[in-house]
């Protein structure tokens, strides 16, 4: 058996047979069929719950004439990030608010459950920022098509006509590059994070180890906002408008 998180035992303990039969549909045969869920998942579930209720409680609460201070956090996140959009894609960025607050809002709170005792940090496996790399991948394409049709395909050729046999292989695997340069950037920074915390908690449990939780909280900030601005750039380039 895996070593198991206290909400990873409780999610096996309840959903193992379900989870197990599901895979097995899928023809995936788990490794531990009594406990199929993993921590990385149990974290992400448990991202996604805290996330939904987060969003019901302001839903419930939304007020004009007295806004509380959860609905002035959430107006202040979609206003940066908005503001943001507005400055690196142009008037008609208001469409991508909602998946890149999403996305800014799911990165935050997963690179930041680490620091809570008995939680660990989804992000941490390679998997889960390549899962969020491959999302923003398939967005901006997706976007970039919806956006100018089969016109898109200008962006893998070049400005160059005649050059077009080069630089298509060349931007191809820039794209494909940009899901590995998001991948390593988040995965290697929470993990790094993550371990040096470790290790000086196990060294010195008392006293120092708070300034390493400070820079893993910054550390963690810092690269939900990064991963959010690039997918930014690069959906600026998919939906550019040529004057």
Known sequence: ????????EILN???????????QALHVQPQYPQAPISNTVA???????????????????LSVDNPGALQHTFEWVHGFIRGQSQE????HSEGFTP????????????????????????????VVPLGFALCTFVYYQAQGFKHAGIGYFKHFLGPIWWLAWLMLPIEIVSHL???????????ANIFAGDLVTLVFFSLIPIGFPVVFLGLHLAVSLLQAYIFVLLATVYLAGAVAEEH
């Open 1 to 8: 058996m895996p070593e198991q998180l206290w909400f990873t």
């Open 13 to 23: 303990r309840f959903l193992a047979a379900p989870a197990t039969a599901l895979l």
């Open 43 to 61: 974290m992400q579930v448990l991202v996604f719950g805290f996330l939904v209720t987060v969003f019901a409680a302001v839903r419930a609460s």
């Open 88 to 91: 690196v894609i142009g008037h």
């Open 99 to 126: 998946f890149l607050v999403t996305l800014a809002l799911f990165i935050t709170v997963a690179n930041l459950l680490g620091l809570i005792p008995g939680f660990e940090s989804p992000t941490k496996n390679p």
């Open 177 to 187: 590059a940009r899901v590995m340069s998001l991948t390593i950037r988040l995965y």
